[in-house]
C-alpha cells in the first residue's frame, strides 16, 4: 500500500502543476478565438465551438474513466514489476526522449492502423488550423493510448516520471497548432514546428502520413517520414465530413468500421477493414497484386 500511498500522492502533485499548465494554454486558446472573430480573421465559429465541446467531453472523461484506467493500469504494472530506474535528472531527460520516441510510433501506427485511426480521424477532420485544433482529440484515445506506453513502464521508469514525460510531449504540440508563425528554418528540420505540423495536417496527397514526430522531427527524418511544408496545406480529411456535431466527429469512422466489417464478404475482409490501413478494401487488394 506504501507503494500505491506515494504514487498517488506524487500525482496529485504533478497533475497540480500539469493543470496550471494547462489553464494558460487555455487561456492563449481562447485569447486567440476572440481575437481571430474580432479582427475578422474567423467569422464562422462552428468548427471552434466543435473543438472546445470535444475538450469538455475529453475533460470530463479523462477525470473519471479514462484517468483511472490510464494511471491504475501503469501503476499495477509498475508495482508488479522487481526494478525501477532512479529518479534523477538524467532519467527526466531520457524519460522525455523515450515518451518522445514511443509518441513517433503510436502516432504512425493510427495512422497506418484503420481502429486506431478512427479516433485519431477526430483531430484531423477539421478544415481550419488554429489553436483550438489542439483541442479536437477523440473521446475514446485515453482508454486506448496507455497501451503503447507500457514499454516505459517495464523499462523500469516512475510511473509518474513516465506520465509527466508523456505530458510533456503532448502539451508541447498545443502552440504548433497555428498558421501565425511561418517557417523557423533549421528548427523545422529538428523539432516539431507550426510549420512542420500544418503538412502533417494537410489532405494534399504528398502531405498525407508524414510528420509523425511530438517534439523532435527527427524521428520522422530517420524512418523516412519527414516533408517540408511546400505547398499551400488543405487541412482536413481526404473524405470531408462537412458538420460540427461532436457526436458524429468522434464516431464516424467508427461507424463506417462497422458497416464495413457488417457487409464483408468473408471473415479476412472484415479483419481487413479493422486492421489493415484506412482506405483499404478487398478489390483494392486484388489490384495491388
Same mark, same amino acid.
Not at 477525470?63 to 499495477?76: A, S
Not at 481526404?238 to 458497416?259: C, D, K, M, Q, V
Not at 482506405?279 to 497484386?289: D, L, Y
Given at each position: 500500500?506504501?507503494?500505491?500511498?506515494? *504514487?498517488?500522492?506524487?500525482?496529485?502533485?504533478?497533475?497540480?502543476?500539469?493543470?496550471?499548465?494547462?489553464?494558460?494554454?487555455?487561456? &492563449?486558446?481562447?485569447?486567440?478565438?476572440?481575437?481571430?472573430?474580432?479582427?475578422? &480573421? $474567423? +467569422?464562422?465559429?462552428?468548427?471552434?465551438?466543435?473543438?472546445?465541446?470535444?475538450?469538455?467531453?475529453?475533460?470530463?472523461?479523462? %477525470?473519471?474513466?479514462?484517468?483511472?484506467?490510464?494511471?491504475?493500469?501503469?501503476?499495477?504494472?509498475?508495482?508488479?514489476?522487481?526494478?525501477?530506474?532512479?529518479?534523477?535528472?538524467?532519467?527526466?531527460?531520457?524519460?522525455?526522449?523515450?515518451?518522445?520516441?514511443?509518441?513517433?510510433?503510436? *502516432? $504512425?501506427?493510427?495512422?497506418?492502423? %484503420?481502429?486506431?485511426?478512427?479516433?485519431?480521424?477526430?483531430?484531423?477532420?477539421?478544415? @481550419?488550423?488554429?489553436?483550438?485544433?489542439?483541442? +479536437?482529440?477523440?473521446?475514446?484515445?485515453?482508454?486506448? @493510448?496507455?497501451?503503447?506506453?507500457?514499454?516505459?513502464?517495464?523499462?523500469?521508469?516512475?510511473?509518474?516520471?513516465?506520465?509527466? &514525460?508523456?505530458?510533456?510531449?503532448?502539451?508541447?504540440?498545443?502552440? !504548433?497548432?497555428? @498558421?501565425?508563425?511561418?517557417?523557423?528554418?533549421? &528548427?523545422? #528540420?529538428?523539432?516539431?514546428? =507550426?510549420?512542420?505540423? +500544418?503538412?502533417?495536417?494537410?489532405?494534399?496527397? #504528398?502531405?498525407?502520413?508524414?510528420?509523425?514526430?511530438?517534439?523532435?522531427?527527427?524521428?520522422? %527524418?530517420?524512418?523516412?517520414?519527414?516533408?517540408?511544408?511546400? @505547398?499551400?496545406?488543405?487541412?482536413? !480529411?481526404?473524405? =470531408?465530413?462537412?458538420?460540427?456535431?461532436?457526436?458524429?466527429?468522434?464516431? *464516424?469512422?467508427?461507424?463506417?468500421?462497422? $458497416?464495413?466489417?457488417?457487409?464483408?464478404?468473408?471473415? +479476412?475482409?472484415?479483419?481487413?477493414?479493422?486492421? %489493415?490501413? =484506412?482506405?483499404?478494401?478487398?478489390? $483494392?487488394?486484388?489490384?495491388?497484386?
Amino acid at each position: 500500500m506504501d507503494f500505491i500511498d506515494h *504514487h498517488f500522492a506524487a500525482f496529485s502533485e504533478a497533475f497540480n502543476i500539469l493543470e496550471l499548465i494547462g489553464l494558460v494554454f487555455l487561456i &492563449a486558446i481562447v485569447s486567440e478565438t476572440v481575437w481571430d472573430f474580432f479582427s475578422g &480573421a $474567423r +467569422r464562422k465559429l462552428g468548427e471552434s465551438f466543435a473543438n472546445y465541446a470535444i475538450a469538455l467531453g475529453n475533460i470530463l472523461l479523462e %477525470r473519471t474513466v479514462y484517468g483511472l484506467v490510464f494511471v491504475i493500469m501503469l501503476v499495477t504494472i509498475s508495482y508488479l514489476l522487481p526494478y525501477h530506474l532512479p529518479v534523477t535528472w538524467w532519467t527526466w531527460m531520457l524519460a522525455v526522449l523515450v515518451a518522445d520516441f514511443t509518441h513517433y510510433w503510436m *502516432h $504512425r501506427w493510427e495512422h497506418e492502423v %484503420r481502429f486506431l485511426w478512427a479516433y485519431h480521424s477526430v483531430h484531423h477532420s477539421s478544415p @481550419e488550423y488554429n489553436l483550438t485544433t489542439a483541442l +479536437r482529440l477523440g473521446w475514446v484515445e485515453g482508454f486506448i @493510448e496507455w497501451v503503447f506506453f507500457v514499454p516505459m513502464i517495464l523499462i523500469g521508469f516512475d510511473v509518474v516520471q513516465a506520465i509527466i &514525460a508523456i505530458s510533456i510531449v503532448v502539451a508541447y504540440q498545443t502552440w !504548433i497548432h497555428t @498558421e501565425k508563425v511561418g517557417k523557423l528554418g533549421w &528548427a523545422d #528540420r529538428v523539432f516539431n514546428t =507550426p510549420s512542420v505540423h +500544418r503538412v502533417h495536417h494537410g489532405s494534399n496527397s #504528398r502531405y498525407l502520413d508524414k510528420n509523425y514526430g511530438g517534439i523532435l522531427i527527427i524521428w520522422d %527524418r530517420l524512418f523516412g517520414t519527414y516533408q517540408a511544408e511546400d @505547398e499551400k496545406v488543405t487541412y482536413g !480529411i481526404t473524405n =470531408p465530413l462537412e458538420t460540427s456535431n461532436p457526436l458524429i466527429i468522434n464516431f *464516424h469512422e467508427f461507424w463506417a468500421i462497422g $458497416r464495413d466489417v457488417k457487409n464483408a464478404d468473408t471473415w +479476412r475482409d472484415a479483419f481487413g477493414y479493422v486492421f %489493415r490501413g =484506412p482506405g483499404w478494401s478487398p478489390a $483494392r487488394k486484388e489490384q495491388n497484386k
